[in-house]
Structure formats: C-alpha cells, structure tokens
C-alpha cells in the first residue's frame, strides 16, 4: 500500500514548536524528492520547503527560513519539518508531497499526498 501519513500538528502558542512528521510506505524514499505544502483557510496552497535525493533543501517562503528545517531520514522513510518561533500566520494545514526529478513549488508536479495535519498557532 501507497501511504503517506502526516503527524505532529496540534495547537501550539506563538513562539512554540512542532516537529511535523511524514511517514511512507509502500516505496522506498530514496529516489524521491519530498516537500511540505501548507493551505490557510481561503488562502491557495503554497510550498513550503523541499528537499531532494541528496539532502539539498529550498524554501518557498522567506518567512520559514531560518525558523523551519526540512529533513529526511531514508532508513526510516520518514520526513520531518521542525517548526520553531511558530506565528499565527503559520496556522494551516500541512501537507507532505512526493515526486521524482527535482524540487518544485508548484503542487500539480506532485504526485502522493499526505492527507494533511492540522497545525494552529494562537494565544
């Protein structure tokens, strides 16, 4: 079975952290390229940050960088996206994504989805 299942999300105070987790199975990770997504509400879905085959990460927003890490773990088919200093305006639902060849922002070149986790910052 093709699956990916995202985990971690919750409500946190501004300021807080989370540690998003993407478990897969079905296929090994090794020659994909995975990528967090995050829809607000009444807002379009934008990429978050990527990485590839050998570790190389790019961020879509400028508002992550420095605040967000993307990592892969290959043995245990599980990617992570540690959120630190969250802000309201991070509130959404996250999704992990996978494809071949590279890193790209844009949702449609993304083949297997996750099914979303909840990630709500407020005070």
């Known amino acids: 079975q093709l699956q990916l299942v995202e985990s971690g999300g919750g409500l946190v105070q501004p300021g807080g952290s989370l540690r998003l987790s993407c478990s897969i199975s079905?296929?090994?990770?090794?020659?994909?390229?995975i990528a967090w997504f995050r829809q607000a509400p009444g807002k379009e879905r934008e990429g978050v940050s990527c990485?590839?085959?050998?570790?190389?990460?790019?961020n879509y927003q400028d508002s992550v960088t420095g605040r967000f890490t993307i990592s892969r773990d290959n043995a245990k088919n599980t990617v992570y996206l540690q959120m630190n200093s969250l802000k309201p305006e991070d509130t959404a639902v996250y999704y992990c994504?996978?494809?071949?060849?590279?890193?790209?922002?844009?949702?449609?070149?993304?083949?297997?989805w996750g099914q979303g986790t909840q990630v709500t910052v407020s005070s």
């Open positions: 990485i590839n085959n050998i570790g190389a990460i790019t």
């Open positions: 079905g296929f090994t990770l090794d020659y994909y390229v």
């Open positions: 994504a996978i494809r071949r060849l590279g890193c790209t922002a844009v949702s449609a070149w993304y083949n297997y």
